[in-house]
Every structure is written in structure tokens, then in C-alpha cells.
């Protein structure tokens, strides 16, 4: 069966700190991978997709960035974070256009 | 643009059936409906999705008028568990990037 893992669950870091999501996905092949940013209070919003290896696009402009090393691994980084990227953010996968998508559980970063 | 139009908020009593209305009436012939809802501080869960006929699964029914301009989620015996904000999004079937917009949704509160 299909799995997806994000960690760390919650996070804490200063103004100015790097940052590194990591999202894995099991037990399928060739995902669309995506990462999403929920802040306090408001909706999701869809920050990066990926189709394939080292293809990634960007729906908003911001301070972060994603990359895809290996077929079932996205990750998120940034190089100095800001308040503003405080929030809940999501990893999810599909396969195909028609299917649906299945999130991870997510992880909460204060950025103090 | 949003091209979902959902109430804010609706309550629900235990053992009760909830009905989530939806609007779409800009929906196009490719576009599918999806369903999926959102409890606190988890990531969204796919519930139900369809594109002209109704369908139903263990979780819910969803009923698509003939015109295709709104469709209604139906969570047949409404429990404590189902609390949550619920999301209509439709998405277009060539969409080879799959990408779901969220919009603001319905919160659901069910009451004992």
C-alpha cells in the first residue's frame, strides 16, 4: 500500500535560520508531488508541484524553494527563513489526472 | 478566481445526515468534482470525487446535478469524527499537473 512520511512533525527556528522539509512517498512509482502552506486561521495554499525528477514549478513567489532528488523524495528548503513563513505545511501525492490526492500529516513550523 | 461557492459554516446533529451543498456553475464538460475535508491540525483526506454520475463510497455520497452547476456531499449518519472544514474543488480531467486549489470551504461542527 501507498504511504507518505513528512517530518519533522513541528519545528521551531529563528528568523534568519535555514530550513529543510523532507516528504517520502512508498509504494508507488513516478508521483506527482506537491507542497502545500496553510497558515494560521486560512487556507491551503499550493507552493510547489513536481512531475518528475528535477522538474519542479512554483505557483507563488517566496522565500522557499523545493527540489526532487529522487523519484518518491520532495523536499523544502529555505536559506534564511522570515515570520512570515511560519505555518502549517503539507506534502501530498497523486498519480495520474484523475485521481486523488493523499496528504501527509504535516508539519508545524513557528519561525520566532 | 473562485470557482466554488460553499456556506461558511453549517452545524450538524449526531446520527443526523449532513448535507454540504456546492456551487459550480462555471464548471466546464472536462472539470470533476472533488470533495475532501480538513480536521484540525491534520492534513486534508479525499473523500469522494465524481464527474456527472453520482457516486457513492463507505464515507459519503455525491449527487451532481444533471447541469453540473452544484453537487451536494452527503454524509449519510453524521458522528463527532466527522467535525471538520470540507472542501468542493473541481479540477479539470487534462489537467496533466493534477493541481487542486483550495478554497475557503464549509466548516462542519456535529453536535451530540
Known amino acids: 500500500s501507498q504511504t507518505i512520511h513528512q517530518w519533522p512533525a513541528t519545528l521551531v527556528q529563528p528568523v534568519g535560520s535555514p530550513l529543510s522539509l523532507e516528504c517520502t512517498v512508498e509504494?508507488?512509482?513516478?508521483?506527482?508531488l506537491y507542497w502545500y502552506r496553510q497558515a494560521a486561521g486560512r487556507g491551503l495554499q499550493l507552493l510547489f508541484y513536481s512531475v518528475g525528477i528535477g522538474q519542479i514549478s512554483s505557483e507563488v513567489p517566496q522565500n522557499l524553494s523545493a527540489s526532487r532528488p529522487q523519484d518518491r523524495q520532495f523536499i523544502l528548503s529555505s536559506k534564511k527563513l522570515l515570520l512570515s513563513d511560519s505555518g502549517f505545511y503539507l506534502c501530498a501525492w497523486s498519480v495520474g489526472t484523475a485521481g486523488g490526492y493523499t496528504f501527509g500529516s504535516g508539519t508545524r513550523l513557528t519561525v520566532v | 478566481d473562485a470557482k466554488t461557492t460553499q456556506p461558511t459554516s453549517m452545524d450538524c446533529a449526531e446520527g443526523r445526515a449532513a448535507n454540504l451543498p456546492c456551487n459550480h456553475s462555471?464548471?466546464?464538460?472536462?472539470?470533476?468534482v472533488y470533495w475532501y475535508r480538513q480536521i484540525h491540525s491534520q492534513g486534508p483526506q479525499y473523500i469522494i470525487h465524481g464527474l456527472k454520475n453520482n457516486e457513492t463510497n463507505e464515507m459519503a455520497s455525491l449527487i451532481i446535478t444533471e447541469d453540473r452547476k452544484s453537487s451536494t456531499l452527503i454524509l449519510p449518519h453524521a458522528t463527532l469524527r466527522d467535525t471538520a472544514v470540507y472542501y468542493c474543488?473541481?479540477?479539470?480531467?487534462?489537467?496533466?499537473?493534477?493541481?487542486?486549489?483550495f478554497g475557503a470551504g464549509t466548516q462542519v461542527v456535529v453536535t451530540p
Open positions: 509504494g508507488t512509482s513516478n508521483p506527482n
Open positions: 474543488i473541481v479540477r479539470p480531467s487534462t489537467d496533466s499537473w493534477g493541481k487542486l486549489q
Open positions: 462555471t464548471i466546464s464538460g472536462n472539470e470533476y
